[in-house]
């Protein structure tokens, strides 16, 4: 199993920045790629980015891209977010998400989200 706890979340005036922080415990070998999803009020769960452990391959949301960022210190198993340029509509619960190698049966693992509020 694997767990992951995010940090980072809270209030920022349009335009400002927030940096989230998502660290994985527990089998983390498992793991092949993590990432970051988000829900509006409202809405479906989308996708933000996400980056693979092995070659730091990166996909981002088009609604996101140039603006957030997405890294990992595989050292300390987390994975990282920095928002820039944040708008209104960024308004959400941000996921984390782990997603298992296939080899160890390609599960996919959800942090407890964190919210982001954007006041205009």
């Known amino acids: 199993q694997v767990q992951l706890v995010e940090s980072g979340g809270g209030l920022v005036q349009s335009g400002g920045s927030l940096r989230l922080s998502c660290a994985a415990s527990?089998?983390?070998?498992?793991?092949?790629?993590m990432g970051w999803y988000r829900q509006p009020p409202g809405k479906l769960r989308e996708l933000v980015a996400t980056?693979?452990?092995?070659?730091?391959?990166?996909n981002y949301g088009d609604s996101v891209k140039d603006r957030f960022t997405i890294s990992t210190d595989n050292a300390k198993n987390t994975v990282y977010l920095q928002m820039n340029s944040l708008k209104p509509e960024d308004t959400a619960v941000y996921y984390c998400?782990?997603?298992?190698?296939?080899?160890?049966?390609?599960?996919?693992?959800w942090g407890q989200g964190t919210q982001v509020t954007v006041s205009s």
């Open positions: 998400n782990a997603e298992g190698d296939p080899y160890y049966g390609g599960a996919y693992y």
């Open positions: 527990g089998d983390t070998f498992r793991i092949a790629a």
């Open positions: 980056i693979s452990i092995s070659h730091s391959t990166t």
